[in-house]
């Protein structure tokens, strides 16, 4: 049997399929054509898929051909499930996008209040976004970029610019909070992921987070892109310069995918890839950079740009519901509150006819208690506290300055003491001193009333920190009677923004041991 290929079935190297569609056979019925794989067409016409590669001016050819099987109408469910994760559970974060086209996910975190840059190479990708989310742009040339347009919503919110991506730097844009990367690391070609992961990680802030979709397939039945890159390989490509981590894999097959790529499964992996951080840093939950080991001066600086949202509006619930057993049914008795911050229920205690005692690291929390109460107080250093302040009005008593320079000799011993976000606040290494602190504080009768956090400590970096009951017990166990009041769902809109998906509250009330 003699066969011709035809015009019709000339292999493209930018098609995404050879279907039997386009493959005649002269006079030949259809149904006699020989279902090729795209391996074997490949290896038929000589072609290596290991060398196949997509120019700036292919990807225009689909664009103007509308060979566009790559673009979604619908926002990215991937994107809507993990943006939180991507975002550090902010919102009003800088996103990049890149090899955007005309992805709708753009209007979508742009509407969730985020400040959005996508780069494409497709003058018509661009033009297309704009019209079909019904925005007007303003267009103008990029001095700075070489061949450079942008494309900008009169909000602001969207920046598309249309270039070569490699010629995108922070140079035009800045850095960014946040990447969302469904298509482009599989559309690239292979042998440009280097110089792509330089280009990420130099556009990305050090606490910038990077949602990377990926697809794995049996590459064999299908020439790329997109390229199949499974879980190893996104290690591969990013572990040098990145933490990785896999969030999900998802059964991906459609009907496309049977029908038009000849596949039998197709499976998506959702990664989140952070810059790898100097040793001793983490990323607290505001986005930024800071020492794994906080001092004084770190508090200060946490409470100058108003990162407290450990600061509660409202008097605690638990000291409300467990006063009884803090003070022993006594109705006036003296109270201390480590890292006390300007905790309401500082006023609340005085209200109950109680004497109270506060230790802050910040000044400022500490001018604001007595501001925001009335309160005059006299202020006065601290003999035997390096640096230290007293700040002081009738019944209330705050030093300010470093809790471990504070001790029973300065101040005394206490008929109780209230730790709500004492101990889940101080660092790791510090605890065990803590707590001989704290044993040193309390009068042989007197009461700890204590509250705990508890989480998946792998899921955001504190403080507050994780503090299980065994960890309580280690600190505590050997000098104190450890009674558990109470296990509750902890969980608040900023644990889910988080990231969190469960966090347990733990109340207990300790007494020494005679």
């Known amino acids: ?22 493959i005649c056979a002269g006079p030949t019925s259809l149904s006699l ?21 997509m120019s700036p001016e292919d990807w225009n050819t689909r664009w103007t051909e509308g060979r566009i099987g790559f673009h979604r109408t619908e926002v990215n469910p991937y994107l809507k499930k993990f943006e939180d994760k991507m ?53 103008s040339d990029v001095t700075n970029l070489k061949r450079g347009k942008l494309f900008k919503s009169q909000d602001g919110r969207i920046s598309l610019y249309v270039c070569d991506l490699y010629d995108f730097s922070s140079d035009v844009e800045g850095e960014f909070d946040a990447v969302w990367d469904r298509g482009a690391l599989v559309a690239i070609n292979s042998t440009d992921r280097k110089r792509y992961v330089d280009l990420i990680l130099s556009l ?17 039945k299908h020439a790329p892109p997109p390229h199949s890159i499974p879980p190893s390989g996104v290690q591969d490509i990013y572990g040098g310069k990145f933490d990785v981590r896999l969030l999900e894999t998802a059964d991906g097959l459609t009907e496309r995918h049977k029908m038009e790529w000849g596949l039998s499964s197709l499976h998506e992996h959702l990664h989140l890839i ?21 001092t004084p001066e770190d508090w200060q600086v946490r409470w100058g740009k108003g990162h407290t949202g450990f600061h509660k509006s409202d008097v605690s619930g638990s000291l409300q519901t467990y006063i009884g057993e803090l003070t022993g049914g006594r109705s006036e008795v003296r109270v201390l509150l480590p890292l006390c911050g300007k905790t309401l229920d500082i006023k609340w205690l005085l ?30 250093d601290v003999p035997g506290m390096p640096g230290g302040k007293l700040y002081q009005a009738g019944k209330l008593s705050v030093y300010c300055g ?19 976000a004492s101990l889940i606040a101080i660092n790791v290494a510090d605890r065990e001193r803590y707590a001989a602190s704290i044993t040193s504080f309390l009068k042989p009768d007197g009461h700890y009333l204590l509250e705990t956090l508890e989480y998946d400590q792998s899921q955001v970096n504190g403080p507050p920190y994780s503090v299980p009951g065994q960890v309580v017990e280690q600190l505590y166990g050997a000098k104190w009677t450890i009674q558990h ?30």
């Open 1 to 22: 049997m003699s066969w011709c290929i035809t015009r019709s079935c000339y292999l493209v190297l930018t098609s995404r399929a050879i279907t039997r569609r386009q």
């Open 33 to 53: 054509v020989p279902k090729f794989s795209v391996q074997s067409s490949l290896q038929w016409r000589g072609i290596s898929t290991a060398n196949l590669s």
């Open 87 to 139: 975002t550090r559970g902010r919102s009003k974060v800088k996103v990049f996008v890149p090899l955007c086209g005309k992805s709708v996910d753009m209007k979508w975190l742009a509407d969730q209040d985020h400040t959005v840059v996508g780069v494409d190479c497709s003058v018509q990708a661009a033009e297309a976004f704009f019209k079909e989310s019904s925005l007007i742009p303003t267009i």
């Open 204 to 220: 990305m802030k050090l606490s910038g987070c990077y949602l990377l979709d990926t697809l794995e397939y049996d590459q064999s």
């Open 274 to 294: 952070t810059p790898k951080l100097p040793e001793g840093k983490v990323v607290n939950k505001y986005g930024e950079v800071e020492k794994q080991h906080l």
């Open 351 to 380: 209200d109950q006819g109680h004497t109270v005692v506060g230790v802050e690291f910040a000044q400022q929390p500490v001018e604001e208690l007595f501001q925001e109460n009335n309160m005059t107080p006299t202020v006065s």
């Open 402 to 420: 470093d809790f471990f320079n504070f001790t029973s000799e300065i101040a005394g011993q206490f008929d109780a003491v209230w730790d709500k």
């Open 485 to 514: 009041l109470e296990t509750g769902d902890g969980m608040t809109a900023n644990a889910r923004k988080w990231g969190l998906h469960w966090l347990t509250k733990n109340v207990q009330l300790l007494s020494l041991k005679p």
